[in-house]
């Protein structure tokens, strides 16, 4: 039941990362529209000019889920020096290992998804063209 519910957590986190990453690309397209535009008059083809933004959308989800990672593991060391100061046996048998590392990579590989769908989202409309 835990499992399910942090499935479903995380799902709606990923979610809601990847519009977030495709607000942040979205901008970053608006900040390089006039770039854009230069490089489709001298013959760009779109995958071409895509490359980076999809490049940055999917850098930022790996960042991302590897700070994830890392907020955890601090979270799970703070709780596992607070539980070793009551000395309780329960708690501690709860908190005897980290998440393994299959899950840990699987955190940032979702990071990366995120990021690779959230730059998809953004890129799917037309570029903004420059102002005249």
Do not use: C, D
């Not at 607070?82 to 998440?99: N, R």
């Not at 990579?105 to 998809?120: H, R, T």
């Amino acid at each position: 039941m835990i499992n399910t519910a942090g499935m479903i957590v995380g799902s709606i986190l990923a979610l809601a990362a990847a519009f977030m990453i495709a607000n942040v690309i979205r901008l970053t397209m608006y900040a390089h529209r006039e770039e854009v535009e230069i490089m489709r008059l001298v013959g760009a083809t779109e995958r071409t000019i895509q490359g980076p933004f999809l490049l940055e959308g999917l850098l930022q989800g790996v960042i991302g889920g590897i700070l994830a990672v890392a907020v955890l593991y601090a979270a799970f060391e703070g709780g596992k020096y607070l539980v070793s100061q009551q000395s309780t046996s329960l708690w501690g048998s709860i908190f005897l290992t980290f998440l393994p590392w299959q899950k840990s990579l699987a955190l940032v590989a979702g990071g990366m998804f995120a990021g690779l769908v959230g730059s998809w989202l953004s890129l799917r409309e037309t570029p903004p063209e420059p102002f005249a």
